[in-house]
C-alpha cells in the first residue's frame, strides 16, 4: 500500500528524521544548483482546492528541479463528483497527488481510495509540510532536535495541530500559550509532550517560537498580552528561533520591531519549505507502488 503524508504523526519517528535530515541535504545541493534528478520521470498532480500559495509554488518549483512534471489539476472536493471517482481519475495519471484543501476527512477518503501517496500541502485541521519545513530549518540550524522546546503562541488552529502532533512522534516539547478559549483539547492530540497554558512566562524558555493568525472571533484586549514583541523576544536570552507563521499581521500577533529581531529567522526557514517538500516527494516516489492491473 503507498505511504500517505496527511498527518504529521502517520509517519514513524525514524522516517521523519530520515526525511528531515534529506531535506538539509538538498538544501545544499539547492545552493549549489546540484538537485539530484530524482523525480525524472515521475508525474505529480497538484490540487490547489484552497486559497494560498507559498507552498504550492514551492512543489511546482520543487517537482520540475527534480526533473519530474507537475501539473495542476482544477479538481474541487466540493462539487458533484465522488472522491473515490475523482482519485480514480487521478491515479490513472500521476504518481503522486499533492492536495492543498478544506477538509482533512476528504483527503482521507480520497488515500483510502487510490493505489499513489498523497501528500497534504494544507487542511484547516492541520498544515504538516509547514511543521515539517520549520523543523528542517531548526535542524540544520542546532544539528539536531532532540530534547526541541517549541513554544506556540497561537490558536487551536490548522499551524499549531500540526506542532502537537509532530510531538506524538518526534524527542521534541510543545507548549501552547494562549487564553483558555483556544486551547487544544481534542483526545486525539494530546499526548505527554504537550501541554498547554496561559502564562507568557513559558515563552521564555523556548528554543522556538511560533504565531499563527488571532481568531477572528476574538477580542484584541484578550490578545495583547500574547502579542510578540522585541522586548519580550530580547528576554529569551537570544538563543530561541523565532518563526511567525505568514502571512504575517503586524500590530495583531507581532509588532513589526518583533519581525526586525535578530531571533526572528522567518524568511530563512520558510526556504526549508521547499527543500522539506522536495524530500517528501522524494521519498513518497521511491517506495514500491502497488502494480496496476
Known sequence: MPQHFLEFHSLPADTLHSIIKRACDLAGHWADRTIPQTLSGKRVGLIVDDSGWRNTTAIALGVQAMGGICVEAPVTFSGAEAVADLGGYLSNWFDLLVIRTRELAK??????????????????????????GDLAYVRSVRGTLEGLKVVGIAPDA???????????????????????PWHVTD???????????????????????????WPKDAQESALL?????????????????????????????????????????????????????????????????????
Open 107 to 132: 483527503l482521507k477518503e480520497l488515500a483510502s481510495t487510490i493505489d499513489i501517496p498523497v501528500i497534504n500541502a494544507r487542511t484547516r485541521s492541520n498544515h504538516p509540510c509547514e511543521t515539517l
Open 158 to 180: 490548522n499551524i499549531l495541530r500540526s506542532w502537537v502532533e509532530a510531538s506524538k512522534t518526534l524527542p521534541i516539547q510543545v507548549t501552547q500559550v494562549y487564553p483558555q
Open 225 to 293: 498580552p500574547y502579542q510578540v514583541s522585541s522586548s519580550l523576544l530580547d528576554k529569551t536570552g537570544g538563543n530561541a528561533i523565532f518563526l511567525p507563521c505568514p502571512p504575517v499581521s503586524r500590530g495583531q500577533e507581532v509588532t513589526a520591531d518583533a519581525m526586525l529581531h535578530k531571533a526572528c529567522q522567518s524568511l530563512q526557514a520558510k526556504a526549508f519549505l521547499l527543500h522539506a517538500q522536495n524530500a517528501l516527494m522524494e521519498w513518497g516516489t521511491q517506495r514500491p507502488q502497488v502494480p496496476r492491473s
Open 187 to 213: 483526545p486525539m492530540l494530546l499526548n505527554a509532550n504537550f501541554r498547554a497554558s496561559s502564562n507568557i512566562e513559558d515563552v521564555l524558555d523556548a528554543d522556538v517560537i511560533i504565531t499563527d493568525c
